[in-house]
Every structure is written in structure tokens, then in C-alpha cells.
């Protein structure tokens, strides 16, 4: 089992934009104590949306809540959007609406300039708005790729059933494998180095185990409801960092895969005040996972490169209009 290092959720929110409040909860800029990137590599940042409440926008095709055009280079952005939706518009004609369940996967590479906002339509009706926004980093190799987008709806992902750990081997959940593998089971995302993202619902009461490779860094959102995790509970709003991988790819014969760590989750049992049964709270997880890149990292703002050498050639590319060249 992949006992749990650190439960990162005490961050203030802020707002991002006027559209996106969120907690960051991992920052790979961030001098802390509990934190560093070489146990969460390659995930650079982790921003949880907090499940926020937009009235209608009168002015939602001429000032629509989000953020305008901004750039990135050197790294890759996911965002899964849970309740509301998201417009999507970048410096390579990439453009796109994700809804309820939807993800984007946006490769920055050598450089793009992209905007977020919220949909036309929900801007005019307005309600909750939620989402999570991840920084996947890119090896040396592909940090210079060419800047893509790829929109994932939930229509397309691969769907598996969670199974009880008992002998009836009852599902009492489910997963949508965006990216990665699930025993046998790709997600469609394309990724530059082995990374796993699991959308996760359980909605029955029971307890489940999860496999994950052990040369991966693995972290876990509980992003509704409360569940115990390896024994321990946590509720929403918390990014549980696991312990350092047990193996590096490095150490396993060529051709042979890895062996896996378990965590397992478990409904936390409603408290029952009467003879009836009482009624189970459904619970979201997300689950990231990724094989260490292993390399320096020199990052300011919306840049993220090897060194600072690379660093400041990236502000002199884009203050002199070279920027994504």
C-alpha cells in the first residue's frame, strides 16, 4: 500500500481572472517546507475551482467572466471542468467549448498565447462553477515542441467499474480514464511521458482498490464528499500527496512493467439517527500520476524551462515579439 506523505488544503483562495476561484494547492514555485517538486514531478501546479456561485452575466458576450490572452512555454495545462463550462481560444486556432465532465489538454511547447473565459452560455444563465487546472511538465526533449490543444469530452473516455473488495465483486463506482492506463484500459489523451489522470465517482458504500505503478509520483483530489484513504479520512478540497515511488523506471529489465502500489478508498459510513438506512453521500476523486522527469527546473510565471539561461532568453523572445518561435 502507498502510505500518504502530506495532505495539501490550508491554502487562502484567490481568484484568478473574475471567473476561476481557486486554491493552489501545490506551486512548484513555492518555498514550502511541505512541498517539493521532485515528489510530485512531473506535475508542476495544482489549482482546485472551488465550487463557486455566478449570477447571469448581463454582459456575457462582451465581457465574459475569466481571463484574457496570456502566454506559456515550456509545459502542458489540464483542465477538467465539473460543474459550468469553459471557452477556450489560443495563438494556433485552437478553439473549443468544454462542458460538464469535458477535459482540455493544452501543450504550450516552444510558446502559445491562449484565454479562458466562461461559455456564452453559461455566462447567460449563470450557476455553480467548478473545475481543477494541473501543470504537466515537458521533458528537455519536448520543450521546444510544437504548442497544441486537444479537447477530450466525456463522451469519449474509456469508462471502468470500480469493484468492491469483496468475493460478489459488486461495482460500486466508476472511473473515466482520460490518460494513462488502467489495467489494459488507455485514456485517449496523448501525453509526452507516462501520466495517469483518473476521473473517479464512487456512489455505493464499500471499499475499492486502486493500482497504480510504483516509478510513479501519485497524488489524489477529493474534489466532493469525504472518503478514507488508506484509513485515513479527507474531505473535499484536499490533494493528498502519496509517498516517493518504491522503484525508478531505471531498475526494471527493458521490456518489463512495472509492479504496482495499492490505495485503497473506502465511503466514509454515514452517521445513522434513526431505523432507517441512511443515505450514502456520493464522493469525486481525481487521481494523477506520473513517471519523474527527473530534471532541473527554472520557472517564473507562465514559464517553465531547465534553466535560467533558457529563462531569460524566453522573456527576451517574448518581450521582443520572438516569442513561440
Known amino acids: 500500500m502507498r502510505p500518504i506523505k502530506h495532505i495539501h488544503g490550508d491554502e487562502a483562495p484567490h481568484w484568478v481572472g473574475d471567473g476561476f476561484y481557486v486554491k493552489t494547492l501545490i506551486n512548484h514555485l513555492n518555498d514550502d517546507a511541505n512541498f517539493n517538486y521532485s515528489h510530485t514531478d512531473p506535475f508542476l501546479l495544482f489549482d482546485y475551482g472551488m465550487p463557486t456561485t455566478f449570477a447571469p452575466n448581463p454582459d456575457y458576450k462582451t465581457q465574459p467572466h475569466g481571463i484574457g490572452l496570456h502566454p506559456h512555454k515550456g509545459f502542458e495545462t489540464v483542465t477538467l471542468a465539473y460543474q459550468g463550462e469553459i471557452t477556450h481560444a489560443d495563438s494556433t486556432g485552437g478553439q473549443a467549448d468544454i462542458l460538464e465532465g469535458d477535459v482540455q489538454w493544452m501543450t504550450a511547447g516552444r510558446g502559445i498565447l491562449h484565454e479562458e473565459f466562461h461559455s456564452q452560455s453559461f455566462g447567460q444563465r449563470g450557476g455553480v462553477f467548478s473545475m481543477v487546472q494541473m501543470w504537466v511538465n515537458l521533458p528537455s526533449t519536448h520543450k521546444l515542441t510544437a504548442p497544441k490543444y486537444q479537447t477530450i469530452k ?88 502519496f509517498a516517493a515511488p518504491t522503484q525508478q523506471r531505471t531498475d526494471i529489465p527493458a521490456g518489463q512493467a512495472p509492479t504496482s502500489d495499492s490505495i485503497k478508498l473506502k465511503l466514509v459510513e454515514p452517521v445513522n439517527t434513526s431505523d432507517e438506512p441512511a443515505p450514502t453521500t456520493p464522493v469525486k476523486l481525481l487521481l494523477l500520476s506520473g513517471e519523474p522527469i527527473g530534471e532541473p527546473v527554472a520557472g517564473h510565471g507562465p514559464f517553465v524551462m531547465n534553466t535560467q539561461e533558457d529563462l531569460r ?5 517574448y518581450q521582443t515579439g520572438r516569442f513561440g518561435e
Not at 532568453?313 to 523572445?317: E, H, M, N, S
Open 154 to 241: 466525456r463522451a469519449d473516455m474509456p469508462i471502468v467499474a470500480l469493484k468492491e473488495n469483496t468475493d460478489d465483486q459488486k461495482s460500486i463506482g466508476t472511473a473515466a480514464i482520460i490518460a494513462g492506463d488502467w489495467q489494459g484500459v488507455t485514456g485517449i489523451a496523448d501525453t509526452f511521458t507516462p501520466v495517469n489522470l483518473w476521473d473517479i465517482a464512487i456512489h455505493d458504500a464499500g471499499a475499492t482498490t486502486l493500482l497504480v505503478p510504483n516509478t510513479h509520483n501519485t497524488l489524489m483530489l477529493v474534489q466532493e464528499g469525504e472518503v478514507l484513504i488508506n484509513d485515513t479520512e479527507v474531505s473535499a478540497g484536499n490533494l493528498i500527496q
Open 313 to 317: 532568453q524566453t522573456f527576451r523572445d
